[in-house]
């Protein structure tokens, strides 16, 4: 038996080994056997990080000596994972700038290495951004995407509103899924991403409550591409601009699928 196989990439500083405990923790409460990967051998305290998050949930976790073999790591990792029938394992990455080839040719190295356990592996590869970074979550997509073909996103320091343009950027420009969203500390915090929560929010900021109740009456009405298009019409009569109108389209198209939507 072979594992679900979720490599998470990213920079420094989103949160990236704690967001791994966080989805850890979510496949335990969903009943299912998880193992970490403490693939992030330059830091010494990712790897005692994910060590205290596998004895807080029960997981294992498969760790080495600090500036060690990350690929190789991986690799043992999951043969470890295969032979003890393990449902699911997360596997950690050193934080890198997109700007840095060495870096970057590491993690197509661990990718490669995983394919020799299991060719159809890594199945998730996630990419964990800090919705504060603005435009530069662009790049990082754009960078991380050709090296390591994500699969779907996690954006961390949302509140869960508007407030996370970016999201509309991104949806713009990939048609990458958001499954998570980060909105505080706690592990509850981490939250599944709602397209529809999303441009909600995103379409009534500011509005009274007789748009909003029109709003709801669209969206549980009309599913789909004509309620893409009477959304567009509702926007235009709450006096939304056109780029507006043409953004919470573009979010809606994108995250056609995601959780929520």
């Known amino acids: 038996k072979s594992p679900l196989v979720i490599l998470v990439a990213g920079v420094n500083g989103p949160g990236k080994t ?44 498969v ?16 043969e470890k994972a295969r032979a003890q029938k393990v449902d699911v394992l997360l596997i950690d990455t050193a934080g890198r700038l997109q700007n840095k080839a060495g870096l970057m040719a590491e993690l197509e190295k661990i ?21 504060t970074t603005g435009q530069n979550a662009i790049q990082q997509v754009d960078a991380f995407k050709n090296t390591a073909a ?7 320091k949302l509140d869960g509103t508007a407030k996370g343009g970016i999201l509309v950027a991104l949806a713009e420009r990939h048609a990458l899924p958001i499954h998570f969203i980060g909105v505080g500390e706690s592990a509850e915090d981490l939250q599944p991403f709602s397209a529809r929560d999303y441009a909600r929010a995103l379409a009534l900021q500011g509005k009274n409550d007789e ?16 309620a893409r298009a009477r959304f567009g019409l509702l926007l235009e009569s709450m006096g939304q601009t056109q780029r507006a109108q043409a953004l919470f389209a573009e979010i809606l198209a994108s995250v056609k699928g995601a959780p929520g939507y």
């Open 18 to 61: 704690t967001n791994i405990g966080k989805l850890g923790k979510r496949f335990v409460r969903e009943r299912l056997n998880v193992m970490f990967a403490a693939g992030d051998t330059f830091r010494a305290a990712a790897i005692e990080q994910l060590n205290i998050w596998g004895e807080r949930i029960g997981a294992d976790v």
């Open 63 to 78: 760790s080495g000596a600090a500036g060690g073999d990350a690929a190789g790591l991986a690799y043992d990792a999951l």
């Open 111 to 131: 990718i490669r290495v995983i394919k020799k356990v299991d060719a159809t592996a890594p199945h998730a590869v996630l990419l964990v951004l800090d919705a």
């Open 150 to 156: 994500l699969t779907g996103l996690i954006m961390t």
């Open 211 to 226: 748009a909003v109740a029109q709003y709801e009456i669209v969206v549980a009405r009309y599913p789909g591409e004509e």
